[in-house]
């Protein structure tokens, strides 16, 4: 198979200190997980979240909205913890189609060995199936992506920074979001930026932390109650104004 190289103008490798790898992106001047470690960043933020809250969904399939796709982290990460007895469809939106070639030949952790084929497949072809496993990988911006689903268990939020990536954090995005989570939904986040909290929470939704000092906490909101730390923000809010991000601002 030929290898793909990666633009050395626009990504650069590095090593967390979990010593799985990263890119920095050099348009965006920002990395694609944070220094602590890309493995235990993708694992404690996002995947252990709905690993631990599907075992309480009664649904066969758990439907999960990967934003974005980035170096695919977030989707083999939680392929490799699949809850037992419940399918997977992932679905996410990127739009460096150079970076989705090149991820075949991608040095992963080495727990990605046995998924090796399904990381051909979503390079190659931006999609995969097998009887307990989808992906679809899509090539376009994720604000007019989201708009097509329906019926979302889980939001992965983990776009580049609002400094750089303002267009994934603001209220109209989050109102998407809101209007394609079905009543079980929650969105797990690496950020605690109260702009963000405060989309989140003037949406109605709960606001939560998460339970391990293993890593920085991030946030997590759902339409229901969760078993998780609680995020006080009744209380912030009568010393902090309750901005959010706008589009066109
Ligand atoms: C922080 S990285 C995602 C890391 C990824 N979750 C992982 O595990 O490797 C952010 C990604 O969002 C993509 N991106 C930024 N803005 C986007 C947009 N509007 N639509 C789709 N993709 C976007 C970037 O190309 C980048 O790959």
Redesign the pocket.
């Known amino acids: 198979m030929e290898n793909v190289k990666l633009s050395i103008n626009k990504y650069k490798e590095i090593k967390t200190k979990d010593d799985s790898l990263?890119l920095k992106?050099l348009e965006?001047n920002?990395?694609?997980?944070s220094s602590e470690g890309?493995l235990k960043e993708?694992y404690y933020k996002h995947v252990s979240v709905m690993e631990e809250i599907s075992k309480n969904i009664e649904d066969d399939e758990i439907r999960i909205l990967?934003?974005?796709?980035?170096?695919?982290?977030?989707?083999?990460?939680s392929i490799l913890n699949r809850p037992e007895n419940k399918k997977l469809k992932i679905f996410?939106?990127?739009?460096?189609l150079e970076?989705i070639k090149s991820l075949k030949d991608f040095n992963y952790p080495k727990e990605f060995k046995k998924i090796k084929h399904i990381i051909e497949a979503v390079s190659k072809d931006l999609y995969y199936k097998d009887d307990n496993i989808e992906i679809e990988v899509a090539n376009?911006?994720?604000?007019k992506?989201i708009k097509k689903l329906k019926n979302i268990h889980f939001v992965?939020q983990?776009?580049?920074s609002p400094k750089v990536?303002q267009?994934?954090w603001t209220f109209e995005y989050f109102t998407d979001l809101k209007n394609i989570l079905n009543k079980n939904g929650v969105i797990t986040t690496y950020s605690v930026a109260t702009p963000v909290r405060c989309a989140l929470y003037k949406l109605g939704f709960k606001l939560y932390t998460h339970k391990f000092d293993i890593i920085r906490k991030g946030t997590i909101a759902s339409f229901t109650d969760l078993d998780f730390p609680k995020v006080n923000f009744e209380e912030k809010l009568k010393r902090t104004e309750c901005r959010v991000y706008k589009d066109n601002s």
């Not at 996410?92 to 460096?96: F, I, K």
């Not at 376009?140 to 604000?143: S, V």
């Open positions: 990263t992106n965006y920002e990395c694609y997980h890309a993708t990967d934003i974005c796709f980035g170096l695919g982290y977030n989707t083999f990460v996410s939106p990127e739009l460096d970076l376009e911006d994720a604000r992506y992965y983990d776009a580049f990536n267009e994934l």
